[in-house]
């Protein structure tokens, strides 16, 4: 028995409250500590070297991945491995294609928080010996390709206030390179695509950033990385002295998608070992 100050009369029992009314509070804690349903990312070319390694990093920090390809088996077999992912074989190049797996998207995980382009082709010769098909492969992969995600994405970005989109441009993008001039504008596109949406769509509460990978350890690197003597001659000229991991792209793409991230929009980040340094 308690006093009028609140104290305990010695030797009195405790009074036990009812079972039901310490079942009560338990049922309501339960309903406000449910857990959050994770963000969800959309990642394109997740098929790939650069693209499944994004994957895995987003899922490893808590995100429901979607994971677009081309190669739809494969990028199944990305999402296989990864709790709350899916995988949906979509042509980036063709808007009806993004339009229904975004749907599909949006049924499945919900609305995508994070949007990261890495879906990409390249290919080497001369202007004058590039034909019109394939022109329009690369600007349409590595170009307008993001334009129909970003289209696609934005809106549920701006009706919830937040949002961040990753895009996966090239150092390629930012100077010119021996070979590669469909290429690389392809990538100067892409890293102004970011920057002027990055201006659009920051008072929206979306961060829009590219980042500009140096040789990096893919089969896109394959016209390299089967040369040993052009390889080490290349590696010779870049401060890092070797090619790029995958897992060094997507640890960068977790940065940016991150609230450490948080003052960065616009931004052209060169992951490149230092070779544009
Ligand atoms: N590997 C490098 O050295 C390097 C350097 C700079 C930039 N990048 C860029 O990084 C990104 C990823 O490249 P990667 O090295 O992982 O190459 P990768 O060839 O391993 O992966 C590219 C992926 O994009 C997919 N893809 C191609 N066309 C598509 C389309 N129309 N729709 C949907 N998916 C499509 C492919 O199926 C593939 O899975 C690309 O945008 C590339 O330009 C790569």
Not at 251 to 263: E, I, N, P, T
């Amino acid at each position: 028995m308690t006093g009028p100050a609140g104290e305990m009369a010695a030797g009195a029992s405790i009074p036990q409250p009812a079972a039901e009314a310490l079942l009560e509070p338990v049922a309501e804690l339960s309903a406000v500590t449910e857990p959050a349903r994770a963000r969800v990312a959309v990642v394109t070319g997740a098929a790939g070297g650069i693209g499944s390694a994004i994957c895995r990093r987003l899922s490893g920090d808590g995100f429901a991945v979607a994971c677009f390809d081309l190669r739809e088996e494969e990028a199944a077999s990305v999402a296989s491995d990864l709790p709350a992912a899916r995988g949906y074989g979509v042509d980036v190049r063709d808007a009806a294609s993004v339009q229904a797996a975004a749907g599909r998207v949006r049924d499945d995980l919900g609305v995508p928080w994070l949007l990261v382009n890495a879906a990409g082709v390249f290919s080497i010769q001369r202007i004058t010996d590039l034909d019109e098909s394939e022109w329009d492969r690369i600007l349409d992969t590595n170009l307008k390709g993001p334009y129909l995600t970003c289209r696609e994405f934005l809106p549920g970005m701006v009706q919830s206030a937040e949002g961040a989109i990753v895009n996966i441009a090239s150092t390629a993008g930012v100077r010119g390179g021996r070979l590669r001039a469909a290429y690389c504008a392809s990538k100067g596109g892409l890293v102004l695509l970011t920057r002027s949406l990055a201006i659009d769509h920051g008072p929206d509460g979306i961060r829009v950033n590219c980042l500009c990978p140096g040789l990096i350890d893919t089969e896109m690197a394959d016209w390299i990385r089967g040369d040993d003597a052009a390889l080490a001659s290349w590696a010779a000229s870049v401060p890092a002295r070797r090619m790029g991991t995958p897992d060094e792209i997507a640890d960068v793409v977790a940065f940016l998608a991150s609230d450490g991230g948080s003052y960065l929009h616009g931004a052209v980040l060169m992951v490149d070992g230092g070779g544009t340094a």
